[in-house]
């Protein structure tokens, strides 16, 4: 069969044929989608304690990281000084700190 989007069909067969045909291929790729899914989202259980742990560690590691960067960022834009003082150095005095 031709794959021309404007195939002509004579006959009752030949569209029962595509039928089938389109949806083989619509489950093929299904298949495929949902093991690429699986893959990607569902990982295996860590089975022995060294895993466990390892897996304990980096998530701590990704908390922690996340408590600076938030810590560091509060500080930054409202742990400052509360008051404006006035800048010192003339024109370019935004280049001093």
């Known amino acids: ?3 021309n989007p404007l195939q002509t069909y004579r006959s009752l067969e030949e569209i029962r044929m595509r039928k089938e045909m389109l949806r083989r291929e ?3 790729d299904n298949g495929q989608i949902k093991s ?3 893959g990607l989202f569902h990982t295996e259980k860590a089975t022995t304690p ?3 742990m390892s897996g304990f560690m980096s998530t701590g590691a990704g908390v922690m990281d ?3 960067l938030g810590w ?3 500080r930054k834009f409202y742990g400052g000084k509360k ?3 006035k800048k010192k150095g003339g024109l370019l005095g935004f280049f001093k700190k």
């Open 1 to 3: 069969m031709n794959d």
């Open 72 to 74: 560091k960022l509060y």
């Open 66 to 68: 996340g408590i600076i």
């Open 50 to 52: 060294s895993k466990r």
């Open 36 to 38: 690429t899914w699986d």
């Open 83 to 85: 008051t404006k003082s």
């Open 26 to 28: 619509i489950q093929k």
